[in-house]
């Protein structure tokens, strides 16, 4: 009787190639859907920390427009970055580590301790009381004017950018989404400078 031989199956050489293959391809694929996404998402938290930090201001100046007395909007008086932050914390508006928190953004290191934070992801511009609702208040620092963009600023390059307004509405923008009318061209012709 002659022994049974067992047949062995095994993958070739040409179909483990073809699989890794796929694997490459859908992997290229993925890849940058994946990172769109955390970008997508960092810059909702940008917008989220924007908010924030409108509410806050907005709630100091309703104070100092009720009561007759103390700080507002930060182009009321004039106020550098570090007398603005100051002014949020001194009214308890918001604390030290709540701006640090509220400026930082992905790409930007500020150091535990630091106040008023030296360079930030967001942008805080020198809105009046006077100034209208659609006037830009905060935005990321890459944002240099209606759809132009800093590649090489932080946070977010040219991928990207948040603008919020004085009258408590914001948006993520991307360059080629953006135009004047979206984002407010009253805001700019009124020469509103951006935070010293």
Request: charged share 15%; net charge neutral; hydrophobic share 40%.
């Amino acid at each position: 009787m002659k022994p049974r031989l067992r047949s062995l199956q095994a993958f070739t050489l040409i179909e483990l190639l073809v699989v890794i293959s796929i694997i490459a391809i859908l992997a290229s694929l993925a890849v940058p859907a994946v990172t769109g996404a955390l970008t997508r998402g960092q810059l909702t938290g940008s917008l989220n920390n924007a908010r924030q930090l409108q509410i806050a201001t907005q709630t100091m100046a309703i104070d100092a427009f009720t009561t007759g007395e103390g700080p507002g909007w930060p182009g009321d008086n004039g106020d550098s970055w570090g007398v603005f932050c100051q002014n949020l914390v001194d009214g308890k508006y918001l604390t030290e580590s709540d701006i640090r928190k509220i400026v930082s953004a992905p790409g930007v290191n500020i150091p535990a301790g630091t106040f008023p934070p030296p360079r930030s992801g967001l942008q805080v511009y020198a809105v009046s009381e006077n100034a209208p609702g659609d006037s830009v208040f905060v935005s990321t620092f890459n944002w240099t004017g209606f759809s132009e963009l800093d590649p090489s600023a932080a946070p977010f390059g040219d991928k990207g950018f948040v603008i919020f307004r004085k009258a408590g509405d914001g948006n993520v923008y991307q360059a080629r989404q953006a135009t004047s009318e979206s984002i407010g061209n009253s805001t700019l012709a009124s020469g509103i400078a951006p935070r010293p």
